[in-house]
């Protein structure tokens, strides 16, 4: 884990840097967003380890994700965004679902 989070720290600081130094590669204006994900548990379990974060990040549950299915909170550090986000049973079981239809149908 402490790996993990390492070298995505290390590759954040890569990117900017380079970025820095070579103004003439193109970045777009539109957000950046670093998606993290608990582990895989209990809707009650991802919850709380989302409970957590949010305690850390000192943000709120963000209301409009939850009738998708998602617990989730973020904070934004100008147009880059950490997002965490439990995708609840319900949620995954409805993609699972659609899923499984994915190459069933021909509409020709």
């Known amino acids: 884990m ?8 290390t590759g954040l ?6 970025l820095e130094a070579n103004p003439e590669v193109p970045v777009s204006l539109g957000t950046v ?12 379990e991802m919850c709380a380890q989302v409970d957590k974060v949010a305690a850390v990040l000192g943000t709120e549950i963000d209301p409009k994700d939850r009738p998708y299915g998602h617990y989730a909170t973020g904070l934004d550090f100008g147009p880059v965004r950490y997002q965490f986000t439990a995708i609840l049973a319900a ?10 239809y994915r190459g069933c149908v021909d509409p020709a």
């Not at 967003?33 to 009650?44: E, K, Y």
């Open 33 to 44: 967003t670093v998606h993290q994900f608990p582990t895989h548990g209990s809707d009650a």
């Open 13 to 18: 600081l890569d990117l900017a840097a380079f």
């Open 91 to 100: 949620a995954r079981a409805r993609r699972q679902a659609d899923d499984s």
């Open 2 to 9: 402490r790996d993990d989070r390492t070298a995505l720290i």
